[in-house]
């Protein structure tokens, strides 16, 4: 006799050992992305850049190169320093939010 492929109990979800029920959800590209940052070198220094998508940007950040207002919804970089003095740590606690245009014509004034 050909063998059944059907679940012999009613009532219990024929799951795989290891696999989760329900449909797998959809990987968001542009979150995926954003959450690696860019490493760039400038005359000040070492960066770490990770851009903020228009969705992911949630709370109000001043930029530090306007000292204007970046507001929830408006797409954005973070920034910080991955040489500095006191370290890596100190580096990333000293982040900062600056407007896309800001951070590409930031003067490096010593």
Known sequence: MPRSNRPRRPGKPSVQPG???GPVPELDLERARAGIPA???APDGEWSVRRITERNAAKDYVCPGCHRVIPPGLAH???WQEDSLFGAAAGLAGRRHWHLNCWRSRSYRY
């Open 19 to 21: 696999r989760k029920a």
């Open 39 to 41: 490493r760039e070198s």
């Open 77 to 79: 970089l973070v920034v």
